[in-house]
T-cell receptor
């Protein structure tokens, strides 16, 4: 399967615990994105990487959230001291850069987080 | 800030008929990108169709086409010959060039009835 993969697919945690999600983009894609989707809503942009550089962060990305993309390959999203409001689906997407053309973002299946 | 509005939370259509989903957006930009994504139940988001704002011609992908009205800031999706597999949430999304995060609407839940 050459699509975007995310692990784990589901995560249940207690409030106050830390969680980490992983995203493996399509292999030739140098751009990677994280979004959050709450029930009944559209995805909300969190952050964007081009290779290993984090170039854009949404105001939604509070200090408890940190994302990394070492070596420009897979990415991790960590949430520290989770709160019940963090319960959501966390989506990862990737795309490739071709000159100035904005390429299509391809989404992974998401990680569904439930904070008890 | 850019906002995307989908005014139809739910729609239904009979199999083989045509349905149009509405989307409006607000921006002061002249150049941007618009997308329709489909999210089937318990499955991942997939791109249906995209439109560059500088292109006057409406995008078409098989049974899917858009009506892009730049002055009205409207971007509707028309699905012809609806199929049961078209049942899904449909999201309209906006993106500015050089800023890569997409802004999504709240979605329209489409049900195709046999």
């Amino acid at each position: 399967d050459t699509g975007v993969s995310q692990n784990p697919r589901h995560k249940i945690t207690k409030r106050g615990q830390n969680v980490t999600f992983r995203c493996d983009p399509i292999s030739e894609h140098n751009r990677l994105y994280w979004y959050r989707q709450t029930l009944g809503q559209g995805p909300e942009f969190l952050t964007y990487f081009q290779n290993e550089a984090q170039l854009e962060k949404s105001r939604l990305l509070s200090d408890r959230f940190s994302a990394e993309r070492p070596k420009g390959s897979f990415s991790t999203l960590e949430i520290q001291r989770t709160e019940q409001g963090d319960s959501a689906m966390y989506l990862c997407a990737s795309s490739s850069q071709t000159g100035d053309t904005q390429e299509t973002q391809y989404f992974g299946p998401g990680t569904r987080l439930l904070v008890l | 800030a850019q906002t995307v509005t989908q005014s139809q939370p739910e729609m239904s259509v009979q199999e083989a008929e045509t349905v149009t989903l509405s989307c409006t957006y607000d921006t002061s930009e002249n150049n941007y990108y618009l997308f329709w994504y489909k999210q089937p139940p318990s499955r991942q988001m997939i791109l249906v169709i995209r439109q560059e704002a500088y292109k006057q011609q409406n995008a078409t992908e098989n049974r899917f086409s858009v009506n892009f009205q730049k002055a009205a800031k409207s971007f509707s999706l028309k699905i012809s010959d609806s199929q049961l597999g078209d049942t899904a949430m449909y999201f309209c999304a906006f993106m500015k060039p050089r800023l890569h995060g997409m802004r999504f609407g709240a979605g329209t839940r489409l049900t195709v009835k046999p």
